[in-house]
């Protein structure tokens, strides 16, 4: 089952990320698609999140424990891959093939 998503970005950030895209072969859906299972997969943003300040960026999105043991936040650079990760893998890869190919 699918689910559409309706997203406003500025105008040229998607210009630029659109060639990006299409520098490496993907579209856009196929790009936000990718972002989604990364998340779903690490259990967090897969990068950190944070405001930039005088002296650089500052990293204030830490991750929060939650009752029950459930984790919130960014995913911190540690990703935690399932057992059959690559089974998983090459299920979404054959599903992007027959969308795209």
Same mark, same amino acid.
């Given at each position: ?11 040229? @950030?998607? @210009? ?15 790009? /936000? ?5 990364? /998340?779903?997969?690490n259990?967090?943003? #897969? ?14 999105? #830490?991750?929060?424990? @939650?009752?029950?043991?459930?984790k ?9 891959? #399932? #057992? ?9 890869d ?8």
């Open positions: 089952m699918t689910a559409m998503i309706t997203a406003r970005v500025d105008a040229e @950030k998607r @210009k630029t990320a659109e060639k990006i895209f299409s520098e490496v072969g993907l579209t856009t859906s196929a790009a /936000v698609n990718l972002f989604i299972c990364a /998340v779903a997969m259990g967090g943003i #897969p990068f950190k999140i944070g405001v930039k300040n005088a002296e650089g960026y500052e990293w204030n999105a #830490p991750s929060v424990e @939650k009752k029950g043991g459930l919130l936040g960014i995913a911190e650079g540690k990703y935690k891959f #399932p #057992p059959d990760f690559d089974e998983r893998f090459d299920a979404m054959a599903e992007v093939a027959e969308l795209f190919g």
